[in-house]
Each structure stands twice: as C-alpha cells, then as structure tokens.
C-alpha cells in the first residue's frame, strides 16, 4: 500500500492540492497504517466496492496495440470485449486508417478500406459531423467498413483490426452468443444493468452513405462472415429485437472483438 500512498501523494502535488484539503478527501475511509478498510458493499454508483465483491464479479481487462484498455467479459465459453474497440491504425503497421470526414465522403459506396468517428450527436438518427476528439469515441466505439475491420483479408475469423489473440467473429460465432443468451438476448447484451451480462453493447447506430443513422435506438456489430458484395452483421434494437444478417460492406459498423479458442 505505500506504493498507493505514494502515487496519491504525487497525484495530490499535480492537482495542487493542499494538505487539508487531501485530509478532506480521506477523511471519510478508515487509512491507518497504510491500509485501506471498512468499505462497504456498493449500493449506488458512487460507493466503493470491496475486494469480495469485484472478485464475484469477475473484471478483467486488456490493452489493444494502441494502448487503449478494455475490458472483457466471459459468455459461456466465450471471451469478448466488453465495449467496442476504437483504433485508428491497423495491428501490423504504422500507417494510420484513411478516415471519413468531410471532403471525402464520397468515398462511402466503394468499399475502401475506411473508418468513422463517431458523431457528436449523443441520440438519435441525425449527425455527420466527424470529430476525431469526441467525448462519444471511448463510449461507442469507432465504425469502420468491413475491409478497414478485416484488415484487407477476407478470412474468416481473421484478426483484423482486433489486436493479436482476438479475432473478428465469425457469424457462427454471433450465433453462438445469440442462442447462449436465449430468449432477451438483446436486452442482456445492451443493458448495464438487471438483465445485464457484462457485454455492455452501446447502441451506437451505424455510418452510411447519408451520415449516422440509428444512434440510441441500435447498434451493429460485424462478422467476418462474407457474402459477395455483403457481410453479416448482429444487429440489436433498444426494443431487445436482434437478428443477423447481410449489409453492403461500404456501411461503417461497429466492432467487437472475439479472443482466440
């Protein structure tokens, strides 16, 4: 612990904090000796959570090739991230993926490999706006085209843009979680709560030609499962509806990624 004490200590310097106001801060949790103890069961979101009962619920986390962490949640015998991953560059080379923004949305319709921020617009059907900064990114993830999730292969199964152990799923494999789950299968998956699995699936919408469409009301999810011109995507409605099937690859999708067996 007096490693902990050390950092808070440091953190306290950076904030400029003073000695009182730190003595404020701790003042509510029981420290002697260097430890931390008394904390309770959370009953709310602002209570913290003992060792017991974060154990219980099994946390576990991982860092991408752009150093962002996510974590990840066990389904039967599945490993998924538990949110959808956001990167801007391919796994196996420094060369950043060409964006969509303003000047070359016509781009949208060719199938080149490309990806979108998010929009900015926090619900509903409208926004195409593109900001690379946008406080929405880490909360709903980035949507690409399928040959920017594939990496340019068409494999299935194939790594993609997931970092190295993870693959994008396959649809076999979406049809596995679905029928895991059972019936509300789309309320378990995007629910933070009650029904909730740990999947924690953000209903982001999807990017097409016209801008962001659906954003609070559903979210897609790509599989490496091709089909000529298309691929098979888990699409999942705020009402619980989800099914899987075909959409065109030009269409910017979200991504979750599967580890390896």
């Not at 260097?34 to 913290?48: G, H, K, L």
């Not at 040959?147 to 292969?153: D, E, F, I, K, Y």
């Amino acid at each position: 612990m007096k490693i902990i004490n050390m950092f808070l200590s440091g953190f306290v310097v950076v904030l400029g904090l003073s000695t009182a106001t730190w003595a404020a801060c701790t003042s509510a949790l029981n420290m002697s000796n260097n430890t931390i103890s008394n904390v309770a069961m959370p009953t709310d979101d602002n209570d913290a959570a003992t060792k017991s009962y974060l154990a219980g619920k099994k946390l576990t986390y991982m860092s991408d090739y752009e150093e962002y962490i996510h974590p990840i949640v066990t389904i039967g015998s599945q490993v998924w991230m538990a949110d959808n991953i956001y990167v801007a560059t391919y796994p196996d080379t420094v060369i950043p993926l060409p964006p969509i923004n303003e000047s070359n949305t016509s781009s949208w319709g060719t199938d080149s490999a490309m990806f979108s921020y998010v929009s900015d617009v926090a619900l509903g059907a409208g926004g195409s706006e593109i900001d690379s900064n946008s406080t929405m990114t880490a909360k709903f993830g980035n949507f690409y085209q399928w040959s920017a999730a594939m990496n340019g292969v068409d494999t299935e199964a194939a790594q993609g843009i997931c970092p190295t152990g993870w693959h994008i799923p396959t649809k076999a494999e979406l049809e596995t979680l679905k029928t895991y789950l059972g019936a509300n299968a789309g309320e378990k998956l995007t629910s933070t709560q009650g029904f909730s699995v740990g999947f924690d699936l953000a209903l982001s919408g999807k990017r097409e030609a016209g801008g962001f469409v659906g954003r609070g009301s559903e979210a897609s999810i790509w599989s490496s499962t091709q089909n000529g011109a298309n691929a098979w995507v888990y699409t999942i409605n705020k009402n619980g509806t989800n099914v899987l099937a075909e959409s065109t690859k030009d269409t910017g999708a979200s991504v979750r990624c599967l580890k390896n067996p």
